[in-house]
């Protein structure tokens, strides 16, 4: 080829002119590379990615909509430019020394973005595999970049000095500490995805709860060096992956591997309504299919105990065992629970008494609802507090509550009420 172009360019009387020359050589170069560059572009772009986005299975269709052969069919122009280049200057001529490094620094950045690329395409197919959700694939990718990145800019200034890899690295050995203290971070979240994936911590797709980051939604992202949290508000909030081990959160996966969410709250009683429950109102409940097994029960087991006490009037009163209206209360909760068609039989269901306060007596009622999903959670727990707040005053017991300023009104009113009809 350089002998062909030399021969045209001296029967027009130009081969003797140096300038000329390399003039022309580098036109053909880049006529030959161009060329080439539209032919792999047509070839890769319009038919072999269309072939592969049309081909069945997962892995070929990702691989034809990533940019990875983009970037190959780029290398290989690189390649095509450096081959004719070498074909048309003489070995010693300067300008094939710069074309030499200029192609050689290209093809290293251009291979280094067809492996991110395929990276890329790895952690893609990887992310549609269930069995691999625990692992941080989004950190793992991140990591090999940066490894891929650090290698590129190590051989591209060999290139650039004219020295091995060898030499250059053992001349980074000065900066080791730097290099520490800028790559910090990421190292530190390398370290933290392996922790969080080796122990099943965190994955995509988690429910993540950690108010010192005012984090509280769906795990969206497992990064080298952050976590994006898709809040329920719809904001996002980013969390360093070394904070998820050097700091506490709450992970709900658990609750909803479980197919059961937890109710756990009180309902407090005033205490001044706590009495015994005398046989009229004993009769009346006793037809309530919720309470007839526990009245049945417990009337039996006093009834045996008061048979055993001798005493007579007050003490008599004082040693026996009465049903209380709160006792009654608590157990009608329970079979009401029990009854609840949304309620997980098969998890722990409770209703217990606590300690009494200032507020009274609370009544806490501890279960599970058979579902998760919030919504129908919110509903469920409504519906239950609904009716407790509904049906207590049956039993004689009132919830308490706080005073307002409408109480203290009316409390006003019928003390000026009072007086007025005194001194009448």
């Known amino acids: 080829m350089r002998n062909s172009i030399l021969g045209v360019l001296e029967s027009v009387g130009l081969a003797d002119n140096a300038l000329v020359v390399k003039i022309v050589f580098l036109l053909c170069v880049l006529t030959i590379t161009i060329t080439y560059y539209f032919a792999a572009k047509t070839l890769v772009d319009r038919i072999f990615r269309r072939f592969l986005q049309k081909t069945k299975g ?66 893609r197919l990887a992310r549609r595999n269930h069995k691999l959700d625990a692992l941080p694939i989004q950190g793992f990718q991140q990591t090999f970049k940066l490894v891929i990145t650090v290698i590129t800019i190590v051989l591209i200034v060999s290139v650039l000095l004219g020295q091995s890899p060898g030499i250059v690295i053992s001349g980074f050995g000065a900066m080791t500490a730097v290099l520490m203290l800028v790559f910090q971070s990421p190292i530190m979240g ?8 080796a122990n099943n911590m965190l994955k995509v797709g988690d429910w993540l709860e950690m108010p010192k980051y005012n984090a509280d939604g769906d795990v969206v992202e497992i990064g080298l060096t952050t ?47 706590i009495r015994f429950i005398n046989e009229e109102e004993l ?47 608590r157990a009608y909760i329970m079979a009401y629970l029990k009854q609840h068609p949304r309620i997980h039989k098969n998890m722990t269901i409770m209703v217990r008494q ?29 519906d239950i507090f609904d009716h407790i707040f509904a049906v207590a005053h049956i039993f004689g017991l009132r919830i308490f509550q706080a005073p307002s300023g409408y109480d203290w009104r009316y409390v006003a009113e019928s003390t000026i009420k009072q007086r007025e009809e005194r001194v009448e």
């Open 283 to 329: 009769h009346k409940m006793s037809g309530s299919r919720r309470l007839t097994q526990y009245l049945v029960a417990k009337s039996k087991e006093i009834s045996e105990h008061n048979k055993e006490v001798s005493t007579e009037g007050l003490a008599r009163f004082l040693d026996q065992r009465h049903l209380t209206n709160i006792g009654t209360f």
């Open 227 to 273: 976590v994006k949290v898709q809040n329920f508000d719809k904001t996002v909030t980013t969390i360093p992956t070394s904070a998820l081990i050097s700091d506490s959160f709450k992970n709900w996966r658990g609750m909803q591997e479980s197919g059961g969410r937890r109710i756990k709250r009180q309902v407090c009683i005033d205490i001044n309504t």
């Open 354 to 382: 606590m300690a009494a306060t200032a507020e009274g007596v609370p009544l806490e009622v501890y279960c599970f609802t058979n579902t998760t999903v919030w919504g129908e959670y919110e509903d469920i727990q409504s």
């Open 190 to 197: 390398f370290v933290a995805g392996i922790q969080l994936s």
């Open 58 to 123: 997962s892995f070929f269709p990702i691989l034809g909509q990533s940019k990875t052969l983009h970037y190959l069919y780029v290398t290989t122009v690189i390649m095509v430019f450096r081959a004719v280049s070498e074909l048309l200057f003489e070995p010693g001529d300067d300008l094939r020394r710069l074309i030499e490094i200029i192609a050689r620094v290209l093809l290293l950045i251009f291979a280094a973005l067809s492996i991110a690329s395929f990276i890329d395409v790895l952690g």
